[in-house]
């Protein structure tokens, strides 16, 4: 492939990339814990590449704040202090596209400078995403983004062929779009590098209209890693089920890493770093026997430091359960959803509520603290479904911590396409350029609008974590006609709840010395507290 690009930033960067290097940005939209981005750098910079990490902005309080002219200049005076001539942006959901447009405006119309979009929305919506940046990558990009650097570097003839990269080469004309093919998923996670905590200088912190050199995680008392890639199950709501059928059928979604692969990037961000305990972001942790096996036996030997898994209701039993606590488990994160019902109709996860009563027994009889994730805000709930999730909860045996997330339709999931068949949402209500939610709650609050009596069940149900209420009250309150029609004093009797058990917590964190900058940041506005 001889084509030469007719965009003039392309062109450029073709140029000068052979005789400059490739001088690659990667910008994290709002999330600082960005596993993606660390890992595409550590491959850049293992490749040779000049390599510069920026974390655009962060949530705060529950909320994140749209980029001002003084973020984007902030941004641009990082982007010219690193001579940066290639702009990756990880779009990690459809919600942030409209804000990375923005971003991506910038770069190319201030600086001059072409753009590339990476991530779950440019792989769900290739084609939105190329009539923006100059490049769009889909689906897993280390071997890519590598790939593609290398080729710049090397003057490559087939660089336009670039396997999953697509390359807008006529700035203007929709016809003249490359789109190439994908590559495998990578089937030995072991192969990739670990993520680099260690190259400081490398890295920005982009917020209130100012840079700070450094990583914004680094000094966090939690590690946040992962053991896996993909999932074992199809829920409906979920962008796993889309890739595993659409993006890539036919090939083996969950992949895992070996425990050995794990312990030894554990140990290697021990060297510089002085974590408290390690939170395990997969998808679903790994529950195959051997496997839990060796990590169980090795982790506690070379690590020894306690640990959080994510954790599907159907693969809990007492006996794996109790090797992990064994090991050194101390929390975990399941998600419930909504009612047996709904859960089984529309997330297409059938679990009985007396199973999940039983697991919560479960935990609690171990010592394993647990934090619930629930899903509201869908169109098909009755009054008797929330209830019923309601009296569910209220069967927990305290400690435990509830996380309230409203409910996200991604583009192409069967959960867009199964409300959308029924007439139950409409194209706005989709996650994308025109519904973006998630920026005025990450997650849910009691001052967003919604129907009265969905309000008075969030209320409700978020206070049952809370030890210090009685639950007979509560119980009594959920059957209150007048406070359904007129929520108002159960929202203000909920934010007190909220501030008193965030309050709890952020003294115990400050008294282990655990309180970090990142952490008083996104919790110290408190018009927007997160429900737990």
């Known amino acids: 492939m001889n084509r030469r690009p007719r965009n003039p930033r392309l062109d450029k960067l073709i140029d000068r990339a052979p005789r400059d290097g490739a001088r690659v940005g990667i910008i994290s939209t709002w999330d600082v814990e960005n596993n993606a981005v660390r890992v595409l750098s550590a491959h850049l910079r293992a490749a040779g590449h000049h390599t510069v990490e920026l974390y655009f902005k962060d949530w705060v309080s529950n909320h994140l704040a749209p980029a001002t002219a003084e973020d984007l200049d902030a941004l641009g005076r990082v982007i010219r202090r690193e001579e940066l001539n290639l702009v990756c942006i990880s779009i990690r959901a459809s919600a942030y596209a409209h804000q990375a447009e923005i971003i991506t405006r910038y770069v190319q119309d201030e600086l001059g400078i072409p753009v590339l979009w990476g991530g779950m929305h440019p792989t769900l919506k290739p084609e939105e995403a190329i009539g923006i940046a100059d490049l769009s990558l889909s689906g897993e990009g280390e071997l890519a983004l590598t790939d593609l650097v290398n080729r710049l570097r090397d003057r490559d003839p087939e660089l336009l062929g670039t396997q999953n990269v697509w390359f807008h080469t006529n700035e203007g004309d929709p016809d003249s779009i490359i789109r190439n093919t994908l590559r495998p998923l990578v089937k030995d996670l072991d192969s ?50 889309t890739y595993k059928k659409d993006i890539y059928p036919g090939q083996k979604w969950f992949r895992v890493r070996s425990p050995a692969s794990m312990v030894e990037e554990i140990r290697a961000a021990q060297s510089h770093w002085d974590f408290k305990r390690i939170r395990f972001d997969d998808e679903v942790f790994n529950f195959q026997q051997s496997w839990l096996e060796d990590f169980c036996e090795r982790f506690p030997r070379e690590v020894g ?204 964190m400050a008294f282990n010395g655990e309180m970090t900058r990142t952490l008083v940041r996104r919790w110290l506005s408190m018009d927007r507290i997160i429900t737990t």
């Open 305 to 508: 430091l306690p640990f959080e898994v994510f954790i599907e209701p159907k693969l809990v039993d007492e006996g794996r359960m109790t090797m992990l606590r064994d090991a050194g488990l101390s929390g975990v994160y399941m998600g419930i959803q909504s009612s047996e019902r709904v859960t089984g109709h529309l997330y297409d996860r059938r679990v009985k509520n007396q199973n999940i009563v039983d697991i919560a027994n479960l935990y609690h009889r171990l010592g394993i603290k647990p934090h619930f994730q629930l899903i509201f805000d869908d169109p098909v709930s009755t009054e008797g479904d929330k209830q019923s999730l309601f009296e569910m909860i209220a069967q927990f045996p305290h400690p435990y911590d509830l996380y309230l997330f409203s409910m996200t339709v991604f583009p192409g999931s069967e959960l867009n396409k199964k409300l959308l068949a029924n007439g139950l949402i409409s194209q706005y209500d989709i996650d994308g350029q025109d519904n973006t939610r998630v920026f005025y709650q990450h997650r849910v609050n009691l001052s967003y609008p919604r129907p009265v009596e969905d309000t008075f069940y969030i209320a409700l149900t978020q206070m049952l974590s809370k030890g210090f209420v009685p639950k007979p009250l509560l119980r009594a309150l959920s059957k209150s006609t007048a406070l359904k029609k007129h929520p108002w004093p159960l929202i203000q009797m909920a934010n007190a709840t909220n501030f008193l058990k965030m309050g709890g917590m952020a003294s115990k």
């Open 192 to 241: 990739l590098e670990f993520r680099d905590y260690t190259t400081h200088d490398a890295k920005y912190f982009i917020f209130g209209g100012k840079y700070i050199q450094g990583d914004p995680m680094h000094g966090d008392p939690v590690f946040q890693m992962m053991g896996s890639r993909g999932c074992i199950y199809k829920c409906s709501y979920c962008y796993n089920s």
